[in-house]
């Protein structure tokens, strides 16, 4: 099992740029977690899927953030336009829920990748 | 998620165990309690979890007051590799839809010495 695999490892772009970050989760898992992480404000959960559909996106900071899931083996990030403030790492993380829960077990670890550092100048 | 309370940092000697606390007096009946830790330049990973009694598995042990308002973390014999970030976290037994996130709090940075 390869974990959960983040492209690409660092991203630097300028002000007003479009910025994608992909994310592959592991094979089989139904929930899909995008997280950000600055030294200010610490992990913060930016949106998160259940079986592709997005299920809370409360804490997307604003509109010029999106998330897709087209499918069970992908999913993106995109800022646009990106500022330098959205400088941080963004992990994403995967979870088998759904059949932990089927197995009677409360625990289902969220599985975290290696994460994208964005520096936006 | 209810609220934990962890110092901000531990200093520890390598080979030495080392007790990581963990405050949680609104725990509710069905909380569970999750450990993860964070090395440097990687994700967090799941290190250990329990509800009521201790719990051991291969990185850790989780020993939990009988009143369920702490728990301790024990790293029984301290590396420089365990040297993280520890975050100690609450999560509902029954979370699902939007509810089920887990959410972090500043964690305790462990400094393992040589």
């Known amino acids: 099992d390869a974990g959960v695999i983040q492209s690409p490892r660092h991203e630097v772009t300028e002000m007003g740029q479009e910025v994608t970050l992909r994310c592959k989760p592991i094979?089989?898992?139904?929930?899909l977690f995008w997280y950000r992480q600055t030294m200010m404000r610490g992990l913060e959960l930016l949106i998160y899927f259940n079986n592709n559909v997005p299920i809370d996106d409360s804490g997307m900071p604003e509109d010029r953030f999106s998330a897709k899931m087209p499918n069970a083996s992908f999913s993106t990030l995109k800022i646009q336009p990106s500022e330098p403030r959205d400088s941080a790492v963004y992990f994403c993380?995967?979870?088998?829920?759904?059949?932990?829960?089927?197995?009677?077990?409360?625990?289902?670890?969220?599985?975290f990748g290696n994460g994208t550092r964005l520096t936006v100048t | 998620d209810a609220k934990t309370t962890q110092p901000n940092s531990m200093e520890s000697n390598e080979e030495e165990p080392v007790h990581l606390p963990c405050n949680h007096s609104t725990i509710s009946g069905t909380d569970y309690i999750h450990w993860y830790r964070q090395l440097p330049s990687q994700g967090p990973e799941y290190v250990i979890h329990g509800l009521t009694s201790n719990v051991n598995n291969r990185m850790a042990s989780l020993a939990i007051a009988e009143d369920r308002k702490s728990s301790t973390l024990i790293l029984h014999r301290a590396t420089l590799r365990d040297a993280a970030v520890y975050y100690c976290?609450?999560?509902?037994?029954?979370?699902?839809?939007?509810?089920?996130?887990?959410?972090f709090g500043k964690g305790t940075l462990l400094t393992v010495n040589p």
């Open positions: 993380a995967s979870s088998d829920r759904d059949r932990a829960k089927k197995l009677s077990s409360y625990n289902s670890p969220l599985h």
């Open positions: 976290i609450l999560r509902a037994r029954n979370s699902g839809g939007s509810n089920y996130k887990l959410t």
């Open positions: 094979s089989g898992h139904d929930y």
